[in-house]
């Protein structure tokens, strides 16, 4: 940025007249640069002050996510962690696969529904009904654990 300064010093010292056409052309140049230069300047003061505010809101990220990731064991029994605590596979009833002879969609049932031994096809509202017993269901279950091994 000096060099701007000296450009202008030396066009003075010159004794080039800024009337003449090369005279126009060089104080031209210089306001230019020394606009560009102020303009510089101005976008480094702009990105200084986005870097320290991303070093605000990289410090208060790191502390909402201390907060939210914290250990299970330091939990106050917030709303988050219950529900975590709902979705246990225990929880999880089987579900089995069929396909409704109506319709040819597929339908997805679990054992309450197979137990029943009836429901209604999702689809197209045809009558279903199933005849299993507790047996059948047995089966089902290692059939389901072996394909699960194969793959």
Same mark, same amino acid.
């Given at each position: 940025m000096d060099k &701007? /300064? +000296?450009l202008k010093g030396l066009l003075?010292?010159?004794d080039i007249d800024a009337? /003449?056409?090369e005279g126009k052309v060089? +104080?031209?140049l210089c306001d230019a640069l020394d606009e560009m230069r102020a303009y510089t300047e101005e976008l480094e003061?702009? &990105?200084m002050e986005l870097e320290e505010l991303c070093d605000i809101l990289d410090e208060d990220l790191g502390d909402v996510e201390e907060l939210l990731l914290d250990d299970e064991d330091d939990c106050d029994g917030c709303d988050l962690c219950s529900a975590d605590a709902a979705l246990d596979d225990e929880d999880f009833e089987e579900? +089995?696969?069929t396909i409704c002879p109506t319709c040819g969609?597929? &339908?997805v049932l679990d054992e309450g529904t197979l137990e029943e031994g009836?429901?209604?096809c999702p689809n197209c509202g045809e009558e279903l009904e199933f005849d299993f017993d507790e047996l059948d269901l047995e089966e089902l279950d290692s059939l389901d654990g072996e394909a699960q091994e194969e793959e």
């Open positions: &701007i /300064s +000296y003075a010292g010159l009337a /003449s056409k060089f +104080y031209a003061d702009r &990105i579900q +089995y696969e969609n597929c &339908i009836e429901t209604t």
